[in-house]
């Protein structure tokens, strides 16, 4: 293959080809190449400048949950203290309706135990302790008192059912009280979260659009700071849903115990009523 020396004898005339060798030619090619070599320092400053922000965007950032706390947006941070505020208050209804199940639950039994041994309404107003049992057979006692001897002993009977009924229920309730928040939060708290998330989305992206670079560098912090508000929603309603179902179920085996003791009650009430001998009023008299 013939060199370049030899096609640019062949393409140029001698005296061509002394002229273009010479050394004022290559000094005047250097001395042409001079503005564009200054038309070029803008350029590099500049590249110089993007990447110098892009090597502090790649510099380490302090993406510990706090450290993200405090770099988020206010909106995000409400999100993140409201559900901060959700787990506290799940947790203390975990704690206080745990002991008062707890002591619901031992009396409503102990007063069970002492309703099958006793043997007629009097000995049972005795022994039974204090509790949602004891206001059970208060209510009972309370019809007895307002009823005559000439009233018909069904409607008796039909009446103390009602009443301890009623009793029966305003304890069912007041047993629940405090239960219906764990159901709030365990509904809500992952879509609040999710409103926190795509807010720190939201802003993220208006710092893409303003920074004018898609590095990730620049805008996974702020993803991060969003995805957190996420993570904290789950962390409210997670446990709140699963105490709740806890609750429901340690709740309805209360109102079971409660079913029990009424229905003690009415078959002591009944056999007193039906015992013709003595009324039940008539025991409460001499009992006082």
């Known amino acids: 293959m013939p060199s370049w020396k030899a096609l640019r004898r062949d393409a140029l005339p001698f005296g061509l080809v002394g002229i273009l060798d010479g050394p004022k030619v290559r000094r005047g090619a250097a001395l042409l190449a001079l503005p564009f070599l200054f038309l070029s320092l803008p350029a590099s400053a500049q590249d110089g400048v993007d990447r110098t922000a892009i090597a502090a965007a790649l510099l380490p950032r302090d993406l510990s949950p706090w450290g993200m706390f405090m770099q988020a947006d206010i909106v995000v941070k409400a999100v993140m203290i409201g559900l901060v505020f959700a787990t506290l208050v799940t947790w ?40 949602a049992v004891a206001q059970l057979l208060e209510g009972a006692m309370a019809e007895l008192k307002l009823s005559t001897d000439r009233m018909d002993k069904e409607g008796i009977k039909t009446r103390v059912a009602s009443r301890l009924q009623q009793i029966e229920a305003a304890a069912s309730r007041r047993i629940g009280f405090g239960t219906g928040v764990l159901a709030t939060i365990g509904s809500t708290g992952p879509f609040v979260g999710l409103f926190g998330t795509v807010w720190g989305i939201m802003n993220s992206f208006i710092g893409i659009s303003k920074s004018q670079t898609t590095n990730l560098a620049v805008v996974a912090p702020g993803i991060a700071e969003a995805l957190l508000a996420t993570a904290l929603g789950l962390v409210a309603a997670i446990p709140a849903v699963m105490i709740y179902n806890l609750f429901a179920r340690q709740i309805s085996s209360y109102r079971a115990l409660l079913g029990d003791g009424s229905s003690e009650i009415t078959r002591l009430v009944g056999r007193d009523l039906d015992g013709g001998a003595i009324l039940v009023r008539r025991h409460l008299a001499a009992a006082e």
């Open 92 to 131: 203390t209804v975990w704690l206080s309706k745990t002991i008062e199940l707890i002591k619901a639950r031992r009396n409503a039994k102990n007063a069970l135990r002492e309703l099958a041994s006793a043997r007629n309404v009097e000995d049972a107003v005795r022994h039974v302790p204090e509790g």
